[in-house]
């Protein structure tokens, strides 16, 4: 069956733009990760959907990062006036339950 | 906080051989541990996942074992081939359903 898909699959941008980037998860699956992949810094946890709840925003690094998720499917992550640093992989998740994540390719951003 | 280490952070080896990969972490405090590969330019693939009331878990030529209170994970790959170069991360679920990954071991198996 299909899985995670992210858009779009590369981004670069100027410094001071808004980007947008999409996650498509599995149909069915209701928990969504977003996760950063930085050059010589790891995997880093942004943001968590489960359901209804209120997301766990406890790892976007700034107030320029928000994600909101529509109809419990469909993810957009909004990083506003990008800054250099913000380049890196962007990661998609979902998950049945609160176990096996099943990932997406990544966008990878790159601010000018 | 919890930290995740792998060594080696590289490793090279030749068709065939055996070989173990090391995952570290500082809090025992685990939901469960997750390996999983990265091929470049590509998102990540699970391979194996353990809960934290398991010792051992196997998918064909991989075994992945945890050593909760020591705070261990190891992955042996059997009879390793080119198409196992990747890069392998292991990722700790600490039960607030966020994972903390470590920062990898690539992985290169030469024919």
């Known amino acids: 069956g299909a899985g995670v898909s992210q858009s779009p699959s590369n981004k670069v941008t100027e410094k001071g733009k808004d980007v947008e980037l999409r996650c498509d998860p599995i149909?069915?699956?209701?928990?969504l990760y977003w996760y950063r992949q930085s050059l010589g810094q790891g995997l880093e946890f942004l943001i968590y959907f489960q359901g209804n709840s209120a997301p766990d925003k406890s790892g976007l690094p700034s107030d320029r990062f928000s994600a909101e998720r529509t109809g419990g499917s469909v993810s957009t992550l909004t990083i506003q006036r990008t800054q250099q640093e913000d380049s890196a992989v962007y990661l998609c998740?979902?998950?049945?339950?609160?176990?096996?994540?099943?990932f997406g390719p990544g966008t990878r951003l790159t601010v000018l | 906080k919890q930290e995740v280490t792998q060594i080696p952070a590289a490793l090279s080896v030749p068709e065939g051989e055996n070989l173990v990969l090391n995952c570290s972490f500082t809090?025992?405090?685990?939901?469960?541990l997750q390996w999983f590969r990265q091929d470049p330019g590509k998102g990540l693939t699970s391979l194996l996942l353990i809960q934290s009331s398991q010792r051992e878990q196997t998918s064909g030529r991989l075994n992945a074992s945890l050593d909760k209170s020591s705070g261990r994970s190891t992955l042996y790959i059997a009879a390793s081939q080119p198409g196992d170069s990747a890069t392998y991360l292991c990722a700790v679920n600490t039960g607030f359903q966020k994972l903390v990954f470590g920062t990898g071991t690539r992985l290169l198996v030469s024919p």
């Open positions: 998740a979902s998950s049945p339950r609160s176990d096996t994540q099943y």
């Open positions: 149909s069915g699956h209701t928990a």
């Open positions: 809090d025992s405090a685990i939901y469960n």
